[in-house]
Every structure is written in C-alpha cells, then in structure tokens.
C-alpha cells in the first residue's frame, strides 16, 4: 500500500487536454464579461465576485499545468511559505502567476475598474496560451435577465 501511494504522488498529474482548457477557458471568460457588467454597474456584488473569480483563475491554471490542486484556505501560505511547501507540495506556478495572485488577494482596490483590470490581467495570463474559436463561445443566458 505504501508504495502505490508513493508512486501515485509522484507521477505528475496530466494537465489539461486542449479542448478541456477551451471550454473552461470560455466559462471564465463568461464570468469575467459579468464582472465587467458588475464594474460597470457599480453593482454591490463586484467586489465578492472578483474575489470568486481570482480563485476560479488559480483553480483553472493548477489543472491547466498539472499541479495538484491546493485548498484556498491553504493557498497563501503554501505560495508564501516555501519550507511549508516543499514539505507538502513539491511544485509551484512560476513567479509571476504567484506575485499578480497574492497582489490580487492583498491588495484593497477602493477603485472597482482598477480592480477589474488586474482580474483581467490575470485572466490573460493564465490563459495566454489558450487560442478561443468561435466554436467554443459558451452563451450563458441568466434566469434573472433584470437583475444581474
């Protein structure tokens, strides 16, 4: 038993099949067009959807480059802590996914359009290797058209 539970933490985890990453990638790309509207809106539920969002991206991104995934409560001191990490998670995202992450969860924007643009920011990172057809537009229509 303890072998195959070492062997199976060392096999790296596959990442994302390309057209697994562009139908996620559609999804948050549809979650960031609300966002927008929330900015937009001034509506008072932008700020706990960035939030939503920021952890959505980190979510997608582990999946996409096939790292295990890590629990938010543990997210920032598992990328802050290394000694900590080394002894639970061997691997990380590169340094500039970390910094525009912990900039996002640190940072207290009072301006929600600056706040929306560093979302942006690092929604374009994440999936900057992503190519969107338009085959893979997912159209998500509200049951509340009024009140979003």
Do not use: W
Request: hydrophobic share 35%.
């Amino acid at each position: 038993m303890q072998e195959y539970v070492v062997n199976k933490f060392v096999t790296p985890l596959p990442p994302l099949s390309d057209d697994e990453a562009k139908e996620q990638v559609s999804i948050l790309n549809n979650r960031l067009e609300k966002l927008e509207k929330f900015a937009m809106d001034d509506h008072i539920g932008f700020e706990h959807f960035s939030h939503l969002m920021i952890e959505k991206i980190r979510k997608f991104y582990h999946k996409y480059i096939g790292i295990s995934k890590i629990p938010t409560s543990k997210v920032y001191r598992i990328y802050t802590d290394e000694d900590y990490r080394n002894s639970v998670y061997k691997e990380n995202p590169e340094p500039e996914f970390l910094n525009m992450y912990l900039n996002l969860i640190t940072t207290n924007c009072v301006d929600k359009l600056q706040r929306l643009q560093m979302v942006k920011d690092f929604y374009n990172y994440a999936t900057r290797n992503i190519q969107l057809g338009s085959d893979y537009r997912i159209l998500i229509k509200s049951r509340n058209i009024g009140s979003n």
